[in-house]
């Protein structure tokens, strides 16, 4: 059975950092592609960043691009999300995902991840 946990969510002031994980059991993590979404209050859930299972290859959102940055540690099957220069508008509640297929690009679309974890608030404060 694939679980998925997050965590390192918080209460933080604009302009500050966190840094979320998200640690994976039940499959070999170093085979397939993570990702992360967020959903606001009142809003869709939408794309953050994907990596690659090799984390050869990343890809972020317009609306992240330049302020976070996603990783793998495969040793410890765990997934990172390191968030600088945190605005009011990144208040949301952070999941990971991993896709189903292995050693399989998932890109961006939410669809193509099978699995996901429960989430972490991230609340940013003006």
């Known amino acids: 059975q694939v679980q998925l946990v997050e965590s390192g969510g918080g209460l933080v002031q604009a302009g500050g950092s966190l840094r979320l994980s998200c640690a994976a059991s039940g499959r070999t993590f170093s085979s397939y592609t993570m990702g992360w979404f967020r959903r606001a209050p009142q809003k869709e859930r939408e794309f953050v960043a994907t990596i690659s299972w090799d984390g050869g290859s990343v890809l972020y959102s317009d609306s992240v691009k330049g302020r976070f940055t996603i990783s793998r540690d495969n040793a410890k099957n765990t997934m990172y999300l390191q968030m600088n220069s945190l605005k009011p508008e990144d208040t949301a509640v952070y999941y990971c995902?991993?896709?189903?297929?292995?050693?399989?690009?998932?890109?961006?679309?939410?669809?193509?991840?099978?699995?996901w974890g429960q989430g972490t608030q991230v609340t940013v404060s003006s």
């Open positions: 995902a991993s896709y189903h297929e292995m050693r399989t690009w998932a890109g961006s679309r939410e669809y193509n991840y099978a699995y």
